[in-house]
C-alpha cells in the first residue's frame, strides 16, 4: 500500500491530543534548581554596578553570577552565513561592560523556587549609566563599542551592467518600502533544563529544538567539554518558525550552572522575556528601483536596504539580509541586478530569522515593484507579471548570484502555468466583475496577487540509521528535528513505501544526540527533502539486506522477492513469505543463518546537495475596506504552491494555512514597537496583536505537483514557508485596489489607523479631480 | 511571571471583608475579586499588594437585585451573568447586547461588572455603560456605606475616588423606560481586544421625536462620558440619517481623544464620529 502521496493521520497526534506531550516545561528532576534572567532595564548604557548581595541573602537562593562570572566562556558563535566583520557583535551570555537592549540579560539568580528566584531577581541592582540610543537602522551610523561602528558589514550581490540598464530604460520605477518588527511567537516559550551526570561524566540539556547537534557541539565547545560528553534532549517542541531552538545566552548558563552548581537547573521562559529576549526579525527598509522599457519588461533592478539586526548578531549572522538580497528578484527575468544591504545594529532585542525569513521582505517589495510598473506602463498587475516570468523552458534557470553559500538555481517551475491556475481558481475574470460592480455601488473592495519564489532542502547532507527489531518494529533515527511540522509521519510514509511495512509500524526518533552523531535538524524547509531522501536510501539498504536474507531462507532468488506489509514475499505470487521480524532474527549475530552477513536488519543512509530547490506559489486576496474606520475585511484568500511532491498533502495544507495566519499577523496586526529611548511597547498580548481563529479568514489552498524536483529522487520541495510568504505582498495589492490608488501601502504592517490616512488620501485625490483608475 | 508573595484572606461576610480591608488597606491590601486585571499585573509584577482580600466567598455580595426603578448589581456578578437579560426591558437587552463585547467567553466567566468599575479602564464597557445611564455605585468601609455617581467615581484612566478602605460593593443602574430606545458599536483590533472607540446611545421616541437623549463615548478620551452637544442635537428631533450624522460630528468636535500604540488621537476621533453615528443607526428598529 502507498502511503506517500496520501493524507494519512499524524503519527505525532495521539499523545499531543491526550496530554501526554512531553514539552520543555514537563520535564523535572530532583534538587533541580530554578534560573530567573535579571535583564537590562535600559536600551544603552555602562554598567556601574550590580548589587547582588540582597538577592543572595534571600532564604533559597543558592547563586547569583553576573558578567565576572562566566568571563571564561566565549560569545555565541554563527551558524549560519558568516561574513567577514561580525565577530565583535556576537552576545555575551551575560551583559559585560555596556548593556545594548531592554531585555538584555545582565545577571541570573539561581533559587530553590521560581517564585524565589523572581523575588531575588528583583532585589539585584543594576546600575547603569545611559547612553544615546539609536532604534532606527536607516538613519547614521553610529559606534556599537571602541572602533566598531553600528554597520558591520554590508551585504553586495549582483551581475550585468546595471548603470547601462538605467541608461536604456524608458521608465524607472522607485519605491521606498518597509516591513515591520515582529517576529514568531510560539505558543511554547523557550526553555531549558541543563543537567550534569556525574556518574557518567556527561552534561544533559533538555527541551533542546531546531537544532540540537550543532547546539550540543558549541555548548561542549564553550563549556570545554568534548562534544560526545555533551547530550542534547529534545522533547515536543510547541512550535519553532525559526525563533525556537537557535542557540541562546540562557541554554549555555542552564548547562554551566548544572556543571558548576552541580544540581540540575531549569530555566522557562514567561511571555514577557519571550518578547523582548527571543529573536526578532523582519524590519527592513528598501529603496528599490528598476529599470523598464515601454511594455514593462525589467530591464534591471537596484536595491539598497536597511537590516535592523537589533543589538547584536546572534547565531543567524547574516541570513536574513543575505537571502534578501538573493531572493528578491522572485519568478521574474532581471538582467541586470545589483543590491548593497546595510546590516545596521540598534539598540534593540537582536533578530534572527522567522519563517521566510528575507522573502516575506522582499516578495512585499518585489511585487509592490511589479504594481507600480504595471501602474507606469498602464497594464493590470496580472500581464505585468506574465510579461516577466522566467519561462518553464529556461528549467533550471540560474542566477549569478549565492543564497546561504549555494548557488541560485532555480531547479525547475511552471511560474506562469501556476498563476494561470491560480487565476481560474479563484475566478479572476468573474472576480473582476463583481468587484467592478461592488464599487459602483460605493464599497471599496479589490484584489491583489503577489507572486515567489521560495527555497527550500537546504544541505549540505543528512544522514538516517534504519533498523528493523524483530518483532518487525521499524525504528529511524534521524539527527533532524521535529518543532511540530509532522516529521514523524512524513519520514515513516516515506520509510514505510520504500521498505514494504505499514507507516505505523514506524517510529522516528530526532532531536537526541546521544543517538545519532551527526545532525541537521529542522530549518529552512529541509527536512523532507534532505532527510527524507536519506531515509529513503537508507530504506532501500535495509531492504536489499532483507531480501538478501530472505532469499536465501525462501530458496529464492532476491530478485523475485518483494516486501508487502512486512513480510518477504514471492514476487510470483506463491503463498510463502516471512515476516520481516523474522529476517531481523536471522541476521542476529547469534543466528547461525546469519551466514558471513554484517549483524543486524540495519542500514545508514546518507544524502548530500550542494543546492537548494526552489518551490514556488502564488497568493490570491480579496479585500473590503471599511472607509470610515480603516478596518480591512478579507473576503477571499487563495495560497497556490507547487511543492514538487506532496508525501502527506493535509500536512502540506496545514503548513500553508498556519503559514498564512502567521504571514497574516506581519501584514496586518503584529508590530514590536519601541519608544525613541528603545523601551519595548509591545510586550504583552494585549499590545503585540497575534491573529486569533477571529481574524484569520479560512483560505483556499492550491497545491500543485507540476514541477517535481530534480534534486532528489521523490521531487519533494519544502512546504513550511510558502503560506508565509507572500501574505503581505498580495493584501497590499488588494488594499491598493480597493483603494484604486497604486502604491498606496508602502508600510507593513497595514493597521486600521494607516488605511484610513490612505482612504483620507484618495478622498483628497478625488477632490482635486485625480482620481486613478483601478488597474486589476 | 510568578508574582510577589502576598497573605491571602477570604472572608465570608461583608463585615469581614471591610475590617480586613481596613486593616490591610494601609499595609498594601487590595480586594481581589474577578481577578481579570488585577491577577494579570501581579503576574508581571506592576502590582505587589502585600494583601489580598478575596470577596469571592461573601455571599451577599453574589446577587443582581431588581428594584421599582433600579438594577442592582453586587461585586461577585460576573460579566458572563448578563449573557441573557437580567431584567426585562431595554436595560436587559441593552447588558446582554453589550457584555458579548468584553474580552473573551473565559474572562467573561470570572471577571465582575463591578471590578470593571473600580479598575476604571477607560475602555471598559461596563464604564461606559454606567456612565451614559449615569449609575450610582455604594462604597462600603467600616465607616458605613455612600453612594457616588460613577461620573464621580471615575477620576481619570485607572483611578477612582473610592478611598482605600472603601470596597465598591454594588452599582445601581437606573431601569429604563419602556419607550427607549438603544444603540452600541464599538471598535477594535480583534475580536475581544479593548475598543479604540465605542459608543452607547439611548433616547425616548415619544411622539416621534427623540427625548432624553443620551450619548456616550468610551475608549476615546481618558473617561468614558456623555456628550452634552451630542445629546443638544438629537433632543427633540426625529431620527434620521442626517440627524445621526449631525450628532456623531458633534462628538467629534467635542472630543479630546487619547494617542496610544495603536490608534493615534486623529484617528481615534474619526473613529468616535463613526461609532456614534453606528450606534445610532442600531438604535432604530
Known sequence: ????????????????????GRFAADVSFPHQLHMRVVRSPQAHGRILAIGTSAALGLPGVVAVWTAGDVSDIPPIDFRMTKIEGLEPYRQHILATDHVRYVGEPVAVVFAEDPYIAEDAADLVEVGIEELPVITAADGPVGIFAGTASTEPA????????????????????????STGRHSAV?????????????????????????????????VARMLKRSPSQVHFYEGHVGGGFGVRGELYPEDVLVCAAALRLGRPVKWIEDRREHLIAANHSRQQRHKIRAAIDATGKIIGIENEFFHDQGAYVRTHAATVPDLSAAMVLGPYHVPHYRTLGHIRLTNKTPCGTYRAPGRFETT????????????????????????????KDEMPFERPIDALGTHVVYDSGDYAGLLDKSLRKVGWDELQMSIEARRAAGEL????????????????????KIAVDVGGKVEVITGAASVGQGVETVIAQICADTLGVDYTAVRVVHGQTDRIDNGMGAFASRVTAMTGEATRIAALKVKAKALDMAADLMQAAAADLEIVDGRVTAASGAKASIALGDVARHLLPVSRTRGEREPGLSAEGWFFSDHMNYPYGVHVAVVRIDAETGDVAIEKYLVAYDVGRAINPMLVEGQIVGGFAQGLGGAMFEELSYDERGEPLSVTFADYLIPTAHEVPSIDVLVTEDAPSPLNHLGVKGAGEGGTNAVGAAIAAAIDDALGLPGAVTQLPITPDRVKQMVVRRADFAASGIVQKPLS | MKPASFEYHRPTTLEEAVKALAEYAPQDGRILSGGQSLVPTMALRMAKPAHLIDINGVRELADIKVTEDALIIGAGVRHAAFHKPVVDGALGQLLSFVVRHIAHYPIRQRGTFCGSLAHADPSSEWCLVSATLDAEITATSVRGARSIAVTELIEWAMSTTLAEDEILTSVRLPLLPENTRF????????????????????YELADGVIAAPRVGIGGVEGVPRRIAEAEEVLLGQKPSPDLFRAAAEAVANAADPMSDLQASANYRRDLARTVVRRALERSLP
Do not use: C
Open chain 1, 1 to 20: 500500500m502507498a502511503f506517500i502521496g496520501r493524507s494519512v493521520p499524524r503519527l505525532e497526534d495521539r499523545p499531543l491530543v491526550t496530554g501526554k
Open chain 1, 154 to 177: 554590508q551585504v553586495r550581490k549582483g551581475y550585468g551592467d546595471v548603470e547601462a540598464a538605467f541608461k536604456s530604460a524608458t521608465h524607472v520605477v522607485e519605491l521606498d518600502l
Open chain 1, 186 to 218: 510560539p505558543m511554547e516559550t523557550r526553555g531549558a533544563l541543563g543537567r550534569y551526570d556525574a556518574s557518567k561524566d556527561v552534561l544533559e540539556m533538555y527541551g533542546a529544538a531546531k537544532v540540537p547537534h550543532w547546539n550540543r557541539d558549541q
Open chain 1, 364 to 391: 512585499f517589495v518585489r511585487e509592490r515593484l511589479m504594481d507600480a510598473i504595471a501602474a507606469r506602463v498602464g497594464i493590470t498587475p496580472v500581464e505585468a507579471r506574465r510579461r516577466n516570468l522566467i519561462g
Open chain 1, 445 to 464: 473592495v479589490g484584489a491583489g496577487i503577489g507572486m515567489f519564489v521560495e527555497k527550500s532542502g537546504l544541505g549540505p547532507y543528512d544522514g538516517v
Open chain 2, 183 to 202: 444603540g452600541f458599536y464599538e471598535f477594535s483590533r480583534r475580536a475581544g481586544d479593548y475598543a479604540l472607540a465605542m459608543s452607547l446611545v439611548t
